[in-house]
């Protein structure tokens, strides 16, 4: 094998974290999100794992034909609707739920004339600023849908928070409130809450929740890794030492000779890089554990390899393990050195890593 590393899927976690998810969403029903290829952990990979969920929830109508081709049968919610007039037909022919919040998709539907009916989420701005209908236009919005015979009965309102993670900050009752006020009086069940939000804002559960970064055992909650608030990380990112040397005093290590050794020390370089998904960005020190022992890295991280100071680890041998993040190593530690969530790490995972599945 050319590649050493390597994306380990932990399939017993998803499982142990979807059950936890069930136990705190109560009687509310639960769209498991798999956008963004389930977060990077693989798409149909994950869909056939979590094979408890009501519902699948992804970002794109592709997304819903993988899974279809994958043969999973479970409701696909497509979570921005059809793009143009020219998606309505494979919604159908997909049978994907579509996720209703611009005029212009309403407009769409109204000049459909499949007469198939189709399942349809209307989704209410309340704060988010991102789609959405403003909530003064809820109700007309909802009477529209109504009116049209192809349209499913069942309707489910939903709104998105903007900061539910902050569960001392007034933004999520808020919009909690406007939620409540645009949707008065219409008929549909009610989705508002996130991964974040099903954690700390129990009264938000409504009658479906949408989890993603819980169920790969990631954070939303910033200074918090997965594994404190109680899901367990569905990924390890590892790979091997291919050279272990020893460098002199005042040499410098990689491009740009950014790190300068201080002594003459063991230097090893592990088979990763940014070209794997690793953050180029990371600041210098940020950890690696190499043989479960914990190292800085040193110099910059380049495409395809990154160096390690191994002082700390005088028995490393060429073809030890190297492990980026994982159970042992949280990449919320990782994403904190690169100035972004683990969510955002995970996801940029690329194609050339070779995945794995491991059934704990
Ligand atoms: C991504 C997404 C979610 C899931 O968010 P997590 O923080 O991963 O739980 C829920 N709802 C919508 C509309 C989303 O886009």
Known sequence: MSRTALATIHLGALRRNFARVRTLAGDARIMAVVKADAYGHGLERVARTLDQADAFGVAAIGDGLRLRAAGIGTRIVVLSGPDEAADRAEFRRLALDAVIHHESQLDWLEAD???????????????????????????????????????????????????????????TPAQMRAFAQAVAGLDGAWSLANSA???????????????????????????????????????????????????????????????????????????????????????????????????????????????????????????????????????????????TIGYDLTCGVTRRVLFVEDTD
């Open 197 to 339: 939000a099903l954690l700390g804002w129990p009264a938000a559960r409504g009658d479906w929740v949408r989890v993603g970064g819980v169920l790969y055992g990631l954070s939303a909650i910033a200074g918090k890794s997965g594994a404190e608030l109680g899901f367990a990380p569905a990924m390890t990112l590892s790979t091997k030492l291919i050279s272990i040397k020893n460098i002199q005093r005042c040499e410098t290590i990689g491009y740009g000779g950014a790190f300068v050794c201080p002594e003459d020390m063991p230097i090893g370089v592990a088979a990763i890089g940014y070209g794997d998904g690793y953050p180029r960005g990371v600041r210098a020190g940020a950890p690696v554990l190499v043989n479960g022992v914990r190292a800085p890295i040193i110099g910059r991280v380049s495409m395809d390899l990154l160096t390690v100071d191994l002082r700390g680890v005088p028995q490393a041998r060429v073809g030890d393990r190297v492990v980026l993040w994982g159970p042992e190593r949280p990449v919320e530690e990782i994403a904190a050195c690169a100035g």
């Open 113 to 171: 004339r499949d007469p198939r009916p189709l399942r349809v989420w209307l989704k209410i701005d309340t704060g988010m600023h991102r789609l959405g209908f403003a909530p003064e236009q809820a109700a007309a919005a909802h009477a529209r849908l109504r009116a049209l015979a192809n349209v499913d009965r069942e309707l489910v309102l939903m709104t998105h928070f903007a900061a539910s993670d902050e569960f001392d900050s007034p933004r």
